[in-house]
C-alpha cells in the first residue's frame, strides 16, 4: 500500500491534519493506498506556490516559449500514453476501450461543446502547436 500525497511547491507533502480516506480500486475493491486530503493550508500553500510561480521562470516565460513547453508537456503524455491508460483503468473502472477515447479528462467539454474563444482577444504566437493552444487560451 502506498501513501498518496498532495504535491505542493515541487515536493510531495502529507497534511497538517493526519487525516486520510482509502483509495480503492472499482475493478476490485482492492486498497491501492491512503489518500492524504487536503485541507485549509494544504490548499493556501498550493495557491501561494502558483502565485509564486507567475513571479518566478514561468511567469517570464514568452507565450511561444509556454506553448512549445506545454507542447513538449503534451508529446511526452502521448508517448506515455499507456501508462496513462493503465492508471485511469485502474482509477475509474472504466474498460480499456473506454478509457482509451482522448480527452479522458473528467472535468473538460468534449472537443465538440467547447466554447470558441473570440480569436482577436489572443496573441498569436508564430508557431501554435495543437496541443498546447487550448491550454494558454483557457488561462485567461
Known sequence: ???????INGEYVKNAS???FEKRTPIDNTLVGMVYEAGKPEVDAAVA???AALEGPWGKLSVNDRV?????VANEINRRFDD????EVADTGKPNHLASHRPTSR???TP???PRPNRSRWPRPTARPRAATRCVRRAA
Open 112 to 114: 465538440s461543446r467547447t
Open 107 to 109: 472535468s473538460s467539454p
Open 49 to 51: 506556490a502558483a502565485h
Open 68 to 72: 512549445k513547453l506545454l507542447d513538449d
Open 1 to 7: 500500500m502506498k501513501d498518496i500525497l498532495n504535491f
Open 18 to 20: 493526519g487525516k486520510t
Open 84 to 87: 496513462f491508460l493503465a492508471a
